[in-house]
């Protein structure tokens, strides 16, 4: 599962349309830098929560966890991965 590639592409389609020669790198400051307001962040966090069929809790919607590429994919995969342990394998 790309999980940067499918949130990089909501970020550029939803936040740099406007500017679509913006590099976005892993590292590149979203919410520190202006790219995403805190509206936007809600859009994004239910992109990302319909996206990968996680559930964010409120403690987990900070800049510490959603400034970067690298910091948001870090996030959904111990999510998906603590999902993955308290379902148990498949039956």
Known sequence: ????????????ENFLAS???TDLSDSTPLVTSGVI?????IGLILF???RFGIEF?????????LDTLDQ???LVRGKLSKQKIST???E
Do not use: F, L
């Open 1 to 12: 599962m790309e999980i940067k590639g499918a949130v990089r592409q909501y970020i550029v």
């Open 19 to 21: 500017t679509p020669d």
């Open 37 to 41: 307001d805190s509206i936007g962040a």
């Open 48 to 50: 990302i929560e319909g």
């Open 57 to 65: 809790m409120p403690r987990e919607i900070s800049v510490h966890n």
């Open 72 to 74: 948001i994919e870090e």
């Open 88 to 90: 148990g394998p498949p």
